[in-house]
């Protein structure tokens, strides 16, 4: 996959500390840019635009589609919060979130932190773990912009992300961040079959840029050592459980379903 990152003159610089970052970590040519769309003439198949709203990814194949971003306080966040069902809808039941139940929470695969929006939104703390240099600079980059807004919603102050890779000795990062993993969440990529527009579109995109995550089977084990109270795994409806292992409880919601690996029930806990 060949990335390209083009700074316009506007750039903010927000966004513009994260290019060195990603230059470490990610062969990508960078360009000037003088406009605020995507270059044809550049070869590469994607392009991360660092604006002065912030960074955007595009794709080449689809050069008419609006820029990728990580937003957690308009669109898709935004809606989940005000629509998603709070409480009662699957993915908080899944991960245990009930009256007086706010676990801490590790998305050990976070993207761009629409779950874990969720979960924030509902008073849990969440640890993003992003391994995907772009995606990671994407979603920090999200988090940064929104927790320095001074209009942002608490939520985005219980959210932290780390750029690391979930399957590499994760118990010893852990515990040297000091983070209660009282409930690991793993939504690793999987070929997609949902056919609501927006999603196809940016799943497409990802499964571009971050492939299949073929390697995601690894992760059970270790998160099952690991976590507290639970493992949860979001799957297509249809698909097979993580590592062929059965969970001890499933919850389906709209378009996935939801694997509950139980170690101990949670508890109510003041905050
Ligand atoms: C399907 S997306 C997650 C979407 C996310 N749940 C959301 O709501 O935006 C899967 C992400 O997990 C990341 N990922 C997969 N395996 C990982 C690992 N071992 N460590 C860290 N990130 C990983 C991928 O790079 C990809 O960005």
Redesign the pocket.
């Known amino acids: 996959m060949s990335i390209s990152i083009h700074i316009h003159p506007q750039a903010c610089t927000l966004a513009l500390s994260y290019v060195p970052l990603l230059q470490e970590n990610y062969p990508c040519f960078v360009h000037e840019a003088a406009t605020a769309t995507p270059c044809m003439a550049c070869g590469a198949q994607m392009q991360l635009h660092v604006q002065a709203e912030g960074l955007f990814l595009y794709w080449q194949a689809q050069p008419r589609w609006a820029g990728v971003k990580a937003d957690f306080l308009q669109g898709q966040v935004a809606h989940r919060q005000a629509f998603g069902g709070g409480k009662s809808q699957a993915i908080a039941k899944a991960v245990g979130i009930a009256q007086g139940i706010q676990p801490c929470i590790v ?10 929006a969720v979960f924030a939104g509902l008073g849990c703390q969440v640890l993003m ?4 240099p772009v ?1 990671h600079a994407l979603l920090g980059y999200g988090l940064q912009q929104a927790q320095h807004q001074l209009a942002a919603q608490a939520f985005v102050h219980q959210m932290q992300c780390q750029r ?4 590499d000795d994760l118990a010893t990062k852990i515990q040297a961040w000091a983070w209660p993993a009282e409930v690991i969440y793993l ?4 070929p997609h079959r949902d056919k609501s527009a927006a999603v196809k579109k940016e799943m497409q995109l ?1 499964q571009h840029l ?1 492939g299949p ?1 073929i ?2 089977d690894a ?1 059970l084990e270790p998160a099952l050592d690991l976590a507290e109270y639970r493992v949860v795994v ?1 799957r297509p409806r249809h698909a097979p459980c993580l590592a062929a292992r059965t969970p001890e409880m499933q919850l389906k919601g709209q378009s996935c379903r939801f694997d509950i690996y139980i170690k101990r029930s949670l508890k109510y806990k003041a905050r």
Do not use: I, Q, W, Y
């Open positions: 998305d050990a695969t976070a993207g761009l932190g629409r779950d874990s773990l992003e391994r995907h995606v690391v890779n979930a399957g939504d690793p990529m999987f990802f971050v995550d390697d995601a992760l979001k």
